[in-house]
């Protein structure tokens, strides 16, 4: 469990220093004051950060975590499972990721309103020309070193059944985004990807799935803005029974993807 821990805390230490001192630095070089730098790291002046600026510091920040945890060996990465060709296992992958989209939407308009601090930042980095590359490959595979690779890895060594690690990894994934309205969403996901973690001893299904969700809201949004700040009712145009049809269908996807996962990983 101190394993863990520790590595819960490095990850944080590094994601928040290394994302402000890219931020402080662009400050400075363009031609601001360290006392007005100081402002906007204390939580003042928000609005001077850029879309370029998020997008540099969530990059920096996702490099530095992932150099770190693989040269300390908090995490080991190898192409054991790959040399295995889990073909069959990537494809359920993406469809049972694919099945869980609107699902998991749906069970997170039926809680309350949860407080929303990021989707301004959302918005920016995927507006950004260099937004894909860091919100859909660097981010998902950074966190699966981090958060299956090193975190749930030390839990399964902590405890005797399987699912009290793979539960707390998922609570720690969620809390760790400190942004309310994307727990319940992170928190299945991280069950979800931690039972694939758990199954091949892999992070590689977990990135792939990762990718997939990440992708998708990518691409909606860029093909259509305004769905960020829309229920799914409203995406169908206040149709419900288009929103019923649509979860049916999602379910026929994600349920046969997880049946074929639970009989072709191995563990």
Not at 21 to 43: D, I, K, P
Not at 186 to 205: E, K, N
């Amino acid at each position: 469990m101190k394993k863990a821990l520790y590595y819960l805390l490095g990850f944080a230490l590094m994601q928040f220093f290394l994302t402000w001192a890219v931020y402080a630095v662009w400050l400075l070089a363009t031609g601001h004051s360290f006392e007005f730098v100081m402002t906007v790291l204390g939580g003042d002046n928000a609005g001077v950060l850029t879309s370029p600026m998020f997008v540099s510091g969530s990059a920096v920040s996702s490099a530095g975590i992932l150099g770190v945890f693989l040269w300390r060996r908090w995490a080991v990465v190898s192409q054991n499972y790959l040399r295995t060709r889990p073909w069959d296992v990537f494809f359920w992958c993406v469809v049972a990721s694919l099945g869980t989209l609107i699902p998991s939407v749906w069970l997170q308009e039926l809680l309350p309103d949860l407080p929303d601090s990021m989707t301004g930042t959302f918005k920016m980095v995927m507006s950004n020309d260099y937004g894909y590359f860091v919100l859909c490959l660097l981010v998902p595979l950074a966190e699966e070193v981090v958060f299956r690779g090193a975190i749930l890895r030390a839990l399964l060594g902590c405890f005797d059944r399987h699912w009290i690690a793979i539960l707390v990894s998922a609570a720690i994934f969620a809390l760790i985004h400190l942004n309310p309205v994307q727990m319940p969403h992170a928190f299945l996901w991280g069950l979800f990807l931690g039972w694939m973690y758990y199954r091949t001893g892999s992070i590689l299904p977990g990135v792939l799935a990762h990718w997939v969700n990440n992708t998708v809201a990518y691409v909606v949004y860029v093909l259509y803005p305004p769905s960020a700040d829309m229920t799914l009712s409203q995406l169908f145009g206040g149709n419900q029974n288009s929103v019923v049809l649509s979860l049916v269908f999602s379910l026929f996807i994600l349920l046969p993807g997880i049946y074929q996962l639970n009989m072709r990983m191995k563990r």
